[in-house]
């Protein structure tokens, strides 16, 4: 199980573990090469509620009348095939490194589709020593990655991302808590310095390309991301934060997004408690900046014109001693509010609670059943709320 979790959590952050990769090579050189990953699928069914009537910016889960549909596809956490090498030349430490995350689905419906999707998620090289590291290439973002690495569905399903959200989990993987819980991370272009790891503390400060929001597609300055981790005993506390300007290219009126996240996770091998949760203004939902800004009759209002948006997980883990069987259950929910500029009266909350068990039936091999249901809601009166209830089971292989 452990080994299991800190695979996961490596392949999740780009940071592959050579001890539990499948292959080692030592070149002539004095560098190592390493190989490791996961391959994971899941049989899903999802049905809906006849009677939501929910149409709002941010819904998750379609209305009424979507056809329920059964899926054979890959989980929240994508297969991966992890490349890296690292090498010592003086005091700096070297390191390349490249994620291959391919899915074993293709679109709802496509029969003939010729071979699944491959993402290159990650691309990067690291140079590091006693002052710390420095991370340039392609990662996943700094601001809420540890929301996510520490949400149960990281190890299943969650919201599948249905057909009837298109462009969402159709093709990759499932949402697990995006736009349930936190706003996914990404993993985006960046130079990132980290203190020194091995310590109780450890900060991580990075530089990203800044994304459009809505109208305001002038991108002049990077993007901060920030990210503080504190552990001790049975504690994991931490804190991030962002921050990016942007401009409108036909008025020059700029608009500044923000926002901050962080969470506590406690508890050993028999139990853990985990609560986290985020706040904005102009980042989005579900993806970072992805409706974080209004589209109609605004760009000449700045910050007026972003929406406010927030989040939170509440989750409990048991592991019974001597068990191999890990049982969890949370509950999480994103809210999107209406900008100053669309008079600042509409919200959209869209809630997951979600039960899983998690059988470590070998050394490398997981296998999960879990139980998801979800709905989209707003504050109109008259509207029904959008819902969704979606079994799934499926293995995972770590190797």
Same mark, same amino acid.
């Given at each position: ?18 001890? &539990? ?39 998750? $889960? ?9 899926? $054979? ?15 010592? &030349? ?43 590291? $420095? ?43 995006? %736009? ?28 990203? &390309? ?91 209002? %700045? ?33 999107? &509010? ?62």
């Amino acid at each position: 199980m452990k080994r299991v979790a800190l695979l996961c959590m490596g392949l999740a952050l780009g940071a592959a573990n050579a001890a &539990e990769a499948q292959l080692t090579m030592q070149m002539s050189n004095g560098w190592t090469f390493t190989f490791a990953g996961n391959v994971n699928a899941f049989l899903t069914y999802e049905t809906f509620g006849d009677d939501g009537n929910t149409v709002t910016p941010g819904g998750l $889960i379609p209305g009424g009348g979507a056809q329920a549909e059964t899926r $054979i596809r890959t989980g929240l956490l994508p297969a991966f095939a992890v490349f890296d090498a690292k090498g010592k &030349e003086g005091e700096t430490d070297l390191g390349v490194h490249f994620g291959f995350a391919p899915q074993i689905n293709c679109a709802t419906g496509t029969h003939d589709c010729f071979g699944a999707q491959i993402d290159m998620r990650q691309v990067y090289l690291t140079v590091g020593g006693g002052w710390g590291q $420095i991370l340039a290439g392609r990662e996943l973002g700094l601001f809420g990655r540890q929301n996510i690495l520490t949400d149960q569905t990281l190890f299943g399903v969650g919201a599948t991302g249905s057909a009837g959200t298109p462009g969402l989990g159709g093709v990759g993987t499932t949402l697990g808590r995006i %736009g349930f819980g936190y706003d996914y991370p990404q993993f985006k272009a960046q130079m990132t310095y980290s203190t020194a790891a091995g310590r109780p503390f450890q900060l991580s400060i990075g530089l990203f &390309e800044s994304a459009v929001n809505g109208p305001y597609t002038k991108t002049e300055l990077p993007r901060l991301e920030a990210e503080g981790v504190y552990t001790t005993g049975q504690t994991k506390l931490w804190l991030g934060g962002i921050a990016q300007s942007t401009k409108n290219p036909l008025n020059d009126e700029s608009a500044s997004a923000y926002g901050a996240s962080g969470g506590v996770r406690f508890g050993g091998a028999v139990f853990s408690l985990t609560g986290s949760g985020y706040y904005g203004k102009g980042i989005g939902t579900t993806l970072l900046f992805n409706l974080g800004s209004c589209t109609t009759g605004c760009g000449a209002s %700045g910050s007026d014109d972003l929406r406010n948006s927030y989040g939170y997980i509440g989750q409990l883990t048991f592991t019974p001693s001597n068990s191999k069987v890990t049982l969890a259950a949370s509950w999480g929910s994103s809210f999107l &509010e209406a900008s100053d500029t669309e008079g600042g009266d509409g919200k959209t909350e869209n809630t997951l609670v979600s039960g899983g068990v998690y059988y470590q039936a070998t050394k490398s091999l997981k296998v999960v059943g879990e139980a998801n249901y979800a709905w989209t809601d707003d504050d109109v009166d008259g509207n029904e709320k959008n819902t969704s209830f979606a079994p799934a089971l499926g293995f995972m292989l770590f190797f």
